[in-house]
């Protein structure tokens, strides 16, 4: 169970300075906990601390760094069942679900402290011609300052540990905005954080309203955004950060191929994950799916009796697949989309059906190309079907899109394999699995609508560092 409130850390500490932030149980509705609220004042406390240990933080040798994050695994696998637990009540995450992110946190902060000696420069000669004879230089990766990072709801540990771990990695002091929907992992992280050696504000974590949280886009001091969420609030924060560097990780409405000659029971297995793990709620999560018209009909009726037998109902039962979304009117958004689409000549293969924030698992084909489910993000447990008839038609229509995140194609023809990652315009193409695959150390991130940059710590360690030149003249340096 989940304590009577939690504090917010600032500058390394913890804080109860109220308990004004409410935190409910997103199946049940009621209040699980409270949770201390930063105001502007504290999260400019937070940032003036951040630039005072930059320097402290950009001296930590390499191993001491380490240290910390693999403090870090030590003690969330010590608290994994604490962890997990918090996850299905203030995400409505199904417990298998947050189980399997409260490991994945686990893996990136793992990654983490192996990158953390890692940061390596280069030996580059400068005599490429007469002039520079004599010159020869080195560079290297410092720390770019003090980071502002801005965590979503929907994968409140594991998006939080994407911005947190690679920052100590490569030393960058930083103030956290967790969701305030699901603030409470990021705050154990604090508390876990708070066991460490890490210089005096080398850390915040500070739940906030959104009116509240114009410091952690707007303050100079700070030298990188990092935002993950929807992309009119990532693209809106980006024109008002000013001259810090900004990485996004925003939205998607990600397609699926599925090719003529592939294994149907793996297809219909892994669309099942793709387009209804946790609720639906990830901007990688199956969306679309266009089928080769040879197998069309066999494939919508495996997937629609599949999706058919997924338990919906409460997180914390060990058999429910789909839990609550994150609020009813989420719900009752994807309710509206799907009765558009239906009203405009879709036809429900499955689901379709909304109990107060639950929402059954739902295929739906036919639905026009213009509408909401069609173009937008749903960010829940619904995704259209729709056949093809060419390779290459598939791709246009995957292209057809204002995101670009991420794309998955099964095919065993390895042609086409090679096309679609040559011509699908998103961050990463997955052959023959889901576009929700994910492992923590890969380069993921996407193009278009759907965000700037890249996760995965070596990537993200890449953006919160800056090359640093040195260059050496050795004419008349001879020993003496």
Same mark, same amino acid.
């Given at each position: ?104 946190? +686990?893996?990136?902060?793992? +990654? ?27 560079? &290297?990766?410092?720390?770019?300052? $003090? ?20 920052? +100590? ?8 905005? $967790? ?20 210089? &005096? ?21 700070? &030298? ?32 699926? +191929? ?144 204002? %995101? ?32 929700? %695959? ?43």
């Amino acid at each position: 169970m989940l304590q009577e409130s939690y504090p917010y850390y600032l500058a390394n500490e913890a804080v109860q300075a109220n308990t004004d932030l409410a935190v409910t149980n997103k199946y049940t509705s009621d209040v699980a906990t409270k949770v201390a609220l930063a105001d502007a004042a504290v999260i400019d406390r937070g940032i003036a601390s951040a630039v005072e240990a930059q320097a402290a933080c950009a001296e930590m040798p390499s191993y001491a760094r380490a240290d910390v994050l693999h403090h870090v695994v030590k003690r969330m696998s010590e608290r994994f069942e604490e962890l997990s637990v918090s996850l299905a009540i203030e995400a409505g995450k199904p417990i298998k679900d947050a189980r399997g992110e409260v490991g994945r946190g +686990i893996d990136t902060f793992r +990654i983490a402290a192996e990158e953390a000696t890692r940061i390596y420069g280069e030996y580059m000669p400068l005599d490429i011609s007469k002039r520079a004879e004599g010159y020869e230089s080195i560079w &290297k990766r410092v720390p770019i300052g $003090p980071c502002s990072f801005i965590s979503p709801f929907n994968f409140p540990i594991n998006l939080a540990a994407h911005k947190i771990a690679p920052a +100590i990695a490569c030393g960058c002091p930083w103030v956290l905005k $967790p969701a305030s929907r699901t603030p409470i992992g990021a705050i154990i992280i604090g508390e876990i954080l708070a066991e460490t050696d890490l210089p &005096k504000g080398a850390f915040s974590v500070l739940p906030c309203s959104r009116d509240g949280a114009d410091l952690f886009t707007v303050d100079e001091r700070l &030298k990188l955004l990092s935002f993950t969420g929807s992309p009119d609030v990532g693209w809106a924060l980006k024109a008002k950060a000013g001259k810090k560097r900004v990485v996004l990780e925003l939205g998607g409405n990600a397609a699926c +191929i599925v090719d003529r000659d592939v294994d149907l029971d793996h297809v219909v297995d892994r669309l099942m994950i793709g387009a209804f793990y946790q609720t639906g709620q990830s901007c990688i999560g199956v969306q679309r799916v266009m089928v080769h018209e040879d197998i069309y009909d066999d494939v919508t009726s495996r997937i629609a009796d599949a999706a058919g037998k997924l338990k919906s109902g409460d997180p914390m039962d060990e058999d429910t697949f789909l839990g609550p979304l994150i609020t009813e009117n989420d719900a009752k958004r994807i309710e509206s989309w799907v009765d558009d689409a239906v009203s405009r000549g879709a036809k429900v293969l499955s689901g379709g059906k909304r109990d107060g924030a639950l929402y059954a698992a739902t295929f739906v084909e036919n639905c026009p190309p213009d509408a909401d489910l069609s173009c937008k993000e749903a960010f829940g447990p619904v995704a259209t079907v729709e056949p093809f008839s060419s390779f290459k038609e598939a791709c246009d229509r995957v292209n057809d899109s204002v %995101f670009g995140l991420q794309a998955g194609v099964f095919t065993r023809d390895m042609h086409n394999a090679y096309y679609a990652f040559n011509h699908l315009d998103v961050g990463g193409v997955v052959i023959n699995d889901v576009p929700s %695959f994910r492992v923590d150390n890969m380069p993921y991130g996407g193009v278009k609508d759907s965000g700037l940059g890249r996760e995965g710590i070596k990537f993200a360690i890449e953006d919160m560092t800056e090359v640093r030149l040195m260059v050496l003249n050795r004419m008349g340096s001879d020993p003496r």
